[in-house]
């Protein structure tokens, strides 16, 4: 039976403004064009994301081929790709993702650019769990952490992980597991969540925010979108002496802070973290190289403390003495970079 064609939707404006709707974004391959168009103007088109700082972790991570490697956090799949290609065909690779959808997605487009079984393997895992994985594969020469959430999830409003569009307020990176940040607000206290601002995110109006919140949530208004979130934040800081253009800037940045902290906090971020610094220098090979990158300053400090303990007790003959940052370059190419920091240690 002949397919009945369905015309594509169409949308006002001369270019689709919601995410379901940008067809070609989602297309990166039949419109190759458009989406260099995008990214030459400073942007990361819909559905995708663009690796950070390629050439730095390539540099560190030395991979030569016939080496088995890991990478802890596959997203959209373009540090993977990097690494394979060094390879040469070579080797194996491993790559774990805790995000189902995502995962998925990736698989697919790399099978389809020609990435075999025989080289690669994908793992629905979380990367703390490089213990279990290294143990059953026999250790790794090279490992990649980035610890970014990537832009598919970001853009995605149906994950809940940006207040630039409505969506429900979910935040989880395993949409099967765990609860969403909105069942996370209905049961925290004041202290608690300005205690998370802080910690997770170097909220400065913390207090205020979380008074906000908690007292909205208390008088048995729901924060359960994207949008209502965003409003409480904005509320918060109407009673915060600021100029009109200082506040609508600090609305933003409280926003995007708060996000994050919610989104650190029902991932368990920190705790996952602490667990996989721990358990690496166990996982990687006589002269195995480990990269890490980090988005923000609770992160850096984890990580860097972590690979300086270890190296003083002897299990990284060396370490990072500086951080590494994104060139200026790449900060205008990709503004998802600003932030990014790169540390390296060697078994």
């Known amino acids: 039976m002949e397919q009945e064609h369905k015309r594509r939707p169409r949308y006002s404006g001369r270019y689709p403004k919601r995410f379901e709707e940008k067809y070609k974004e989602h297309d990166p391959e039949k419109y190759s064009d458009e989406i260099e168009h995008v990214i030459a103007k400073g942007n990361t088109p819909a559905g995708m994301h663009i690796p950070i700082m390629v050439k730095e972790i390539l540099e560190v991570l030395d991979i030569k081929p016939g080496e088995q490697g890991f ?13 394979l290609d060094r390879l040469q065909g070579k080797g194996h690779l491993y790559s774990g993702d805790v995000d189902s959808i995502e995962e998925a997605k990736t698989e697919t487009r790399l099978r389809a650019a020609g990435y075999s079984e025989e080289l690669w ?9 490089i213990d279990v994985l290294a143990d059953e594969v026999g250790g790794f020469d090279f490992v990649l952490a980035d610890l970014g959430v990537s832009s598919m999830q970001i853009d995605n ?3 809940g992980f940006s207040f630039k569009a409505d969506g429900p307020l979910d935040l989880r990176l395993d949409s099967k597991a765990g609860i969403t940040a909105a069942e996370r607000l209905k049961s925290i206290g004041f202290e608690e969540l300005a205690c998370m601002l802080i910690e997770n995110s170097d909220e400065p109006y913390a207090e205020a925010i ?3 919140i908690t007292s909205s949530i208390k008088r048995g208004i729901a924060i359960d979108t994207t949008a209502k979130l965003h409003q409480q934040v904005k509320k918060a800081l109407e009673r915060v002496k600021l100029s009109p253009d200082d506040r609508k800037e600090a609305v933003k ?15 368990h971020e920190m705790e996952v973290l602490y667990q996989f610094m721990e358990k690496l220098p166990g996982a990687l090979r006589t002269g195995g190289r ?12 984890i990580v860097k403390k972590a690979f300086q303990a270890l190296y003083r007790a ?5 370490i990072a003495k500086e951080v590494i940052r994104p060139s200026k370059e790449e900060c205008f190419q990709n503004s998802r970079a600003h932030s990014t920091k790169l540390r390296w240690a060697i078994k």
């Open 71 to 83: 990478d802890g956090t596959l997203g959209y799949g373009g540090h993977t790709r990097a690494m």
């Open 121 to 129: 393997t994908p793992k629905l895992m979380n990367f703390a769990d």
């Open 157 to 159: 409003p149906a994950r």
């Open 210 to 212: 979380a008074k906000q």
């Open 253 to 267: 940045k409280s926003s995007a802070r708060t996000f994050q902290a919610l989104r650190i906090d029902i991932n």
């Open 290 to 301: 480990a990269a890490v990158l980090t988005f923000h300053s609770g992160e850096d400090r």
């Open 314 to 318: 002897g299990d990284y003959s060396d």
